[in-house]
Nanobody, 124 residues
Framework: QLQLVESGGGLVQPGGSLRLSCAAS????????IGWFRQAPGKEREGVSC????????NYADSVKDRFTISRDNAKNTVYLQMNNLKPEDTAVYYC?????????????????WGKGTLVTVSS
């Protein structure tokens, strides 16, 4: 069974950091581009970042540029999202998703597989 599982969310103060992980089971992650998305309460889901199959290409939403870094370790079948200088507006459920089509990932559109999400709360 193909599965993506996010972890690493939690409560953090403004200005703090968190690292999210997205672990795959049932399939080999290096066939897929991986995207991170988030959905804040009462808002639509938005794309945050995307990384190509071997990590050569990455892109970010303007709202997280220079604060978030996406990376992957295909040997561990895991993708990461390092989040620094967190702001209250980063509060959301964060999801990772996989697609074989890089352009879909980069444009934050249709993805093939989704995790169930991990909650990030930024509050003092």
């Amino acid at each position: 069974q193909l599965q993506l599982v996010e972890s690493g969310g939690g409560l953090v103060q403004p200005g703090g950091s968190l690292r999210l992980s997205c672990a795959a089971s049932g399939f080999t992650l290096d066939y897929y581009a991986i995207g991170w998305f988030r959905q804040a309460p009462g808002k639509e889901r938005e794309g945050v970042s995307c990384i190509s199959r071997f990590g050569v290409s990455t892109n970010y939403a303007d709202s997280v540029k220079d604060r978030f870094t996406i990376s992957r370790d295909n040997a561990k079948n895991t993708v990461y999202l390092q989040m620094n200088n967190l702001k209250p507006e980063d509060t959301a459920v964060y999801y990772c998703a996989a697609t074989m089509v890089l352009t879909r990932c980069r444009s934050f559109t249709v993805m093939d597989y989704w995790g169930k999400g991990t909650l990030v709360t930024v509050s003092s």
